[in-house]
């Protein structure tokens, strides 16, 4: 089942020899699209077993709530906010605006431009030129093309603006839902031998839960997180030649991308640090956060290909297209192997189950009981259990003699001819056929082919050799006399 991911079904010949991509969450992301609601449920209840989450903030995770954040009915906190909505009011295409793939698209140059000029020192910490940043934001804006290559504009004019453009956003990256998420996240910490909990992270829980959060991310917000935190890590990277360690470029983009809209730092206090550590964790492991957990990815799958009533007609198309064709007898061979394995497996489990349970009842003191279990296991010798032998076929029983002497012997004489036993081991000796059996017999064929009239004759025949030969016998005994 795992192959249908490797499988690309392509018309175009001049494509057919290019690599063929493999894709390890195709069914996750199906699942995401196509039953979000079931995704969601899968992710968020495997977030509940890593980080605690009260009530509420669970209820905020899952957009049951608004969420509650830090300095909200503040009067600062309501001087920005009647701020920002001054700002709003000129938003245009791709700044001020919601996240859309169009930004995305868009932003998406300057992210690329970036990749080429990561040796700039203090990059995304220098701003750069004001007027440069207004003409290239009008022209993103607009939708014009940019030429960013013909030297124009400066790197940090670039990385000035990408930061502008997060800053401009009505909420930020990794939404306002997600904020007391991240919270708990920076505090999951190693425990001791004792179960005390340490100042240590725990980072594989660490990476793990911030795989599943990034999972439950609208899209468009993935997609973008996704470029921004490869472009972080590969500034830190050239941090011997930017002077730009993850750490400070967590400094730079934090506000932007986790802290909550129209707070300030006052209003964090002591989260500012766990915030501050929680961006420079995702900079430092991006590599690693945007694959779902191998078990997201097997629930998905079965809950595709682990019965029929659940595969779609898509999935049957591509199952049964000419293309995967080759693709059966891999399949079929490694069903077979594991059926057999199977059925060895619980062959075996079974002879070990009766084994205990003849030793069990071989146990049991002397009873009435015992007595009646041992004979239920003599009457199956098919159950292989301990001391059990298969018994051997009764010897057959030695069939009477059907010639016609004998036959005449029995009739004359009125009583069976006792014949002298043998022993059980002895072959029988075949019987005697006379001649004139070996003549009807081959007269009138076997009996199951004779007709009712032929029987009738033989047996008129039998009644006739009998009167002869007693009259014979009666006629010699009378002249001895």
């Given amino acids: 089942s795992d192959a249908i991911c490797n499988f690309v079904i392509c018309n175009d010949s001049s494509l057919r020899s290019q690599p063929i991509i493999f894709n390890p969450d195709f069914?996750?992301?199906?699942?995401?699209?196509?039953?979000?609601?079931?995704?969601?449920?899968?992710?968020?209840?495997?977030?509940?077993?890593?980080?605690?989450?009260?009530?509420?903030?669970l209820a905020q995770l899952m957009g049951e709530e608004d969420p509650k954040l830090p300095g909200a009915n503040s009067t600062a906190s309501g001087f920005f906010r009647s701020l920002m909505s001054l700002k709003r009011k000129e938003k245009g295409v791709v700044f001020g605006s919601p996240l859309t793939e169009e930004?995305?698209?868009?932003?998406?140059?300057?992210?690329?431009?970036l990749h080429k000029n990561l040796r700039a020192e203090g990059l995304f910490r220098v701003p750069g030129n004001s007027i440069r940043q207004q003409i290239l934001k009008d022209a993103l804006n607009s939708g014009t093309d940019i030429d960013l290559d013909s030297g124009e504009f400066h790197s940090n004019d670039v990385a000035t603006l990408l930061k502008m453009f997060l800053g401009e956003l009505p909420e930020p990256l990794l939404t306002h839902k997600h904020f007391h998420a991240h919270l708990k996240i920076a505090d999951l910490t190693l425990f001791d031998e004792k179960g005390n909990?340490?100042?240590?992270?725990?980072?594989?829980?660490?990476?793990?839960?911030l795989q599943l959060l990034f999972l439950i991310?609208?899209?468009?917000?993935?997609?973008?997180?996704?470029?921004?935190?490869d472009l972080l890590y590969q500034t830190a990277k050239k941090q011997d030649k930017n002077k730009m360690s993850a750490h400070n470029l967590a400094l730079m983009f934090a506000p932007h991308i986790l802290w909550p809209r129209n707070v300030t730092a006052n209003d964090l206090q002591e989260n500012i640090t766990k915030l501050n550590n929680g961006v420079t964790f995702m900079i430092k492991h991006s590599q690693k956060l945007f694959k779902a957990p191998a078990y997201i990815r097997e629930c998905a799958r079965l809950h595709y290909l682990g019965s029929r009533a659940h595969t779609s007609k898509d999935d049957l198309d591509l199952l049964t297209s000419p293309g995967s064709k080759e693709l059966q007898p891999l399949k079929s061979q490694k069903r077979s192997r594991l059926d057999t394995c199977h059925q060895e497996e619980?062959?075996?489990?079974?002879?070990?189950?009766?084994?205990?349970?003849?030793?069990?009842?071989?146990?049991?003191?002397?009873?009435?009981?015992?007595?009646?279990?041992?004979?239920?296991f003599n009457k199956h010798p098919t159950a292989l259990t301990p001391g059990s032998e298969v018994p051997?076929?009764?010897?057959?029983?030695?069939?009477?003699?059907?010639?016609f002497s004998g036959l005449i012997k029995r009739k004359v004489l009125g009583t069976p001819v006792i014949l002298e036993r043998k022993s059980r081991d002895a072959t029988p000796e075949p019987e005697r056929v006379s001649k004139e059996n070996v003549h009807l017999l081959q007269k009138c064929g076997s009996p199951a082919h004779m007709s009712q009239a032929k029987l009738k004759s033989l047996e008129g025949r039998k009644e006739e050799s009998c009167r002869r030969m007693r009259a014979h016998l009666l006629s010699k005994d009378s002249s001895s006399l």
Avoid: W
Wanted: proline residues 7%; aromatic residues 4%; without cysteine.
């Fill in 27 to 57: 069914f996750v992301e199906k699942l995401r699209h196509e039953k979000p609601e079931v995704f969601t449920e899968l992710v968020v209840s495997n977030i509940t077993r890593l980080i605690d989450l009260p009530g509420a903030e």
């Fill in 103 to 113: 930004g995305i698209a868009q932003v998406s140059q300057l992210i690329e431009y």
């Fill in 197 to 209: 909990k340490t100042s240590t992270p725990d980072k594989e829980r660490q990476i793990e839960a």
């Fill in 217 to 229: 991310l609208p899209a468009p917000n993935r997609s973008l997180l996704k470029l921004l935190l």
């Fill in 346 to 376: 619980t062959q075996q489990r079974t002879e070990e189950a009766l084994k205990e349970l003849f030793r069990h009842v071989h146990n049991m003191p002397d009873s009435a009981k015992k007595k009646k279990l041992i004979r239920q």
């Fill in 392 to 403: 051997t076929s009764p010897a057959p029983r030695r069939t009477r003699s059907r010639s």
